[in-house]
């Protein structure tokens, strides 16, 4: 069914105050689209959706629905609902809604939640941001390493309904070190009289408390797992991360990357929530660093003026060159810085590959500055007999601009593949060096270029 006719029908009922109806027809849809369809509800009509559902559904649904809408159901729901609601949730859902929450709303919540879980809460909460003991469950399927199979399954038919996930369990010693893993696969198809360790994985990877989230999500990646343990300083186990907050810190990385490359400082907030002024704080410093570094291109155009008045008419289609020539080179550059960050970001390359990385961009830059040269030499040409006419001040001044081209792209590219490269060897996201630096420092260049090619030639 079409998402907007669900909807549609979904809010005929709620307006019609059908509560039975409405409930069967949303214990029909997943809790996603659930989330998704109350997005659209504000008020009398949120707490309505809400509470006609079971409690295990709601406490699913309530870890899919935007921050506002979760802290404006935590205001109209009563002290024993939140204690229901805490209870349901699984604890990592718990912590990141309420790291969202104003202090007073959070204490509210606290205060209906068991005194064991509170603890935990707040132990979660002292972890740094976005680091791994920050994202990890603690609902995970363990046992312990003199168990038999036959006893780890019943151990798990009678606890694997609160876990977050069972298809691995993770076997412990007395005193809780990780000492392996295994699958429920493993489990189900193994002699129920053997023991756990007999039959578990010792080759397992794990993090540690501390680990950068990023960090995180590209060991996941390297080593395709579903879930990954987090360990503490000693080896004991504390955590798991599951592939969906994996998914998450992804979403969140990649987001943030983009907005670097864009010239924006980095923010948390969807585009449409996020105040103007907040807008306007995540714009304006790398826009006033932009604008002050172009300073630099102004001191190379006022340096190289005599050039430009002497050769009289020839200056004025130099000129007239520029944003072309400026362009091409933001453009190649940006280019080369794309595929490196992405290559970074990958693990695909690392700085020890630095002269790899630039002996390629080199041949590449070669084969297309030779291909836009011929191209802007015949666009010239065109151009010139429209207009002016071909003349051998003409052809003077499109040899100077191709050969300006040639090499401002043979520079633009390797700023391009080296920067990012840099920046990683000393501690800098990468990503601060995509676009706007890169396309600075080009556009510094490929003037400096121009006018030292035009003052040799004219």
Same mark, same amino acid.
């Given at each position: 069914m079409d998402r907007e006719i669900m909807h549609s029908r979904l809010m005929q009922l709620v307006d019609g105050n059908k509560k039975n109806?409405?409930?069967?027809?949303?214990? %029909?849809?997943?809790?996603?689209?659930?989330a998704e369809f109350m997005e659209g509800l504000e008020g009398d009509k949120l707490l309505m959706v809400f509470r006609i559902l079971p409690k295990d559904i709601a406490a699913d649904v309530f870890a899919y629905i935007d921050s506002d809408?979760?802290?404006?159901? &935590?205001?109209? #729901?009563?002290?024993?609902? #939140?204690?229901?609601? %805490?209870?349901?949730?699984?604890?990592d859902d718990? *912590?990141?809604?309420?790291?969202?929450?104003?202090?007073? *709303? *959070?204490?509210? *919540? @606290? /205060?209906?939640?068991?005194?064991?879980?509170?603890?935990?809460?707040? /132990?979660? @909460?002292k972890y740094p941001e976005n680091s791994a003991g920050s994202i990890m469950t603690i609902e995970f399927a363990e046992f312990h390493s003199q168990l038999t199979v036959k006893e780890a399954m019943a151990s798990l038919r009678k606890t694997g309904l609160d876990k977050e996930t069972i298809n691995t369990c993770y076997v412990i010693d007395p005193s809780r070190h990780l000492i392996g893993t295994v699958t429920l696969r493993r489990l189900i198809l193994s002699d129920e009289d053997k023991l756990v360790t007999d039959i578990m994985n010792t080759t397992f990877v794990s993090v540690k408390t501390l680990d950068d989230q990023e960090a995180v999500a590209d060991k996941v990646r390297k080593y395709d797992v579903m879930s990954i343990p987090v360990v503490d300083n000693e080896n004991r186990l504390v955590g798991i991360i599951t592939a969906d907050d994996i998914m998450d810190v992804i979403e969140e990385e990649n987001t943030e990357d983009i907005e670097k490359m864009g010239g924006l400082l980095p923010s948390d907030d969807e585009y449409l929530k996020t105040p103007i002024l907040t807008l306007f704080k995540n714009r304006i410093p790398w826009l006033l660093i932009l604008m002050i570094s172009a300073t630099f291109t102004g001191m190379i155009i006022t340096h190289f003026e005599g050039v430009l008045s002497d050769a009289g008419k020839l200056g004025v289609l130099l000129t007239a060159c520029l944003p072309m020539l400026m362009d091409t080179g933001g453009n190649c550059g940006a280019q080369a810085s794309t595929l490196v960050i992405r290559g970074l970001a990958l693990g695909q390359v690392e700085f020890k590959d630095i002269?790899?990385?630039?002996?390629?961009?080199?041949?590449?830059?070669? @084969?297309v500055g030779a291909v836009l040269c011929v191209v802007n030499i015949i666009r010239q040409m065109i151009l010139y007999y429209i207009s002016p006419g071909i003349s051998p001040d003409t052809v003077r001044v499109t040899v100077i601009v191709s050969a300006a081209m040639f090499f401002t792209v043979l520079i633009a590219k390797s700023i391009g593949c080296t920067l990012p490269l840099l920046a990683k060897k000393v501690g800098l996201d990468p990503a601060l060096m995509a676009?706007? &630096? &890169?396309?600075?420092?080009?556009?510094?260049?490929?003037?400096? &270029?121009l006018f030292s090619i035009a003052t040799v030639a004219l």
């Amino acid at each position: 069914m079409d998402r907007e006719i669900m909807h549609s029908r979904l809010m005929q009922l709620v307006d019609g105050n059908k509560k039975n109806e409405l409930r069967g027809a949303l214990l %029909m849809l997943n809790v996603v689209d659930i989330a998704e369809f109350m997005e659209g509800l504000e008020g009398d009509k949120l707490l309505m959706v809400f509470r006609i559902l079971p409690k295990d559904i709601a406490a699913d649904v309530f870890a899919y629905i935007d921050s506002d809408q979760q802290q404006q159901l &935590i205001q109209l #729901i009563g002290d024993s609902e #939140i204690h229901s609601l %805490m209870e349901e949730m699984f604890l990592d859902d718990t *912590v990141d809604f309420l790291e969202e929450l104003p202090a007073t *709303v *959070v204490k509210r *919540v @606290l /205060q209906n939640t068991e005194p064991e879980t509170r603890a935990l809460i707040n /132990q979660f @909460l002292k972890y740094p941001e976005n680091s791994a003991g920050s994202i990890m469950t603690i609902e995970f399927a363990e046992f312990h390493s003199q168990l038999t199979v036959k006893e780890a399954m019943a151990s798990l038919r009678k606890t694997g309904l609160d876990k977050e996930t069972i298809n691995t369990c993770y076997v412990i010693d007395p005193s809780r070190h990780l000492i392996g893993t295994v699958t429920l696969r493993r489990l189900i198809l193994s002699d129920e009289d053997k023991l756990v360790t007999d039959i578990m994985n010792t080759t397992f990877v794990s993090v540690k408390t501390l680990d950068d989230q990023e960090a995180v999500a590209d060991k996941v990646r390297k080593y395709d797992v579903m879930s990954i343990p987090v360990v503490d300083n000693e080896n004991r186990l504390v955590g798991i991360i599951t592939a969906d907050d994996i998914m998450d810190v992804i979403e969140e990385e990649n987001t943030e990357d983009i907005e670097k490359m864009g010239g924006l400082l980095p923010s948390d907030d969807e585009y449409l929530k996020t105040p103007i002024l907040t807008l306007f704080k995540n714009r304006i410093p790398w826009l006033l660093i932009l604008m002050i570094s172009a300073t630099f291109t102004g001191m190379i155009i006022t340096h190289f003026e005599g050039v430009l008045s002497d050769a009289g008419k020839l200056g004025v289609l130099l000129t007239a060159c520029l944003p072309m020539l400026m362009d091409t080179g933001g453009n190649c550059g940006a280019q080369a810085s794309t595929l490196v960050i992405r290559g970074l970001a990958l693990g695909q390359v690392e700085f020890k590959d630095i002269l790899r990385v630039w002996w390629r961009e080199a041949r590449v830059a070669l @084969l297309v500055g030779a291909v836009l040269c011929v191209v802007n030499i015949i666009r010239q040409m065109i151009l010139y007999y429209i207009s002016p006419g071909i003349s051998p001040d003409t052809v003077r001044v499109t040899v100077i601009v191709s050969a300006a081209m040639f090499f401002t792209v043979l520079i633009a590219k390797s700023i391009g593949c080296t920067l990012p490269l840099l920046a990683k060897k000393v501690g800098l996201d990468p990503a601060l060096m995509a676009s706007p &630096i &890169i396309t600075t420092l080009v556009d510094a260049c490929s003037l400096t &270029i121009l006018f030292s090619i035009a003052t040799v030639a004219l």
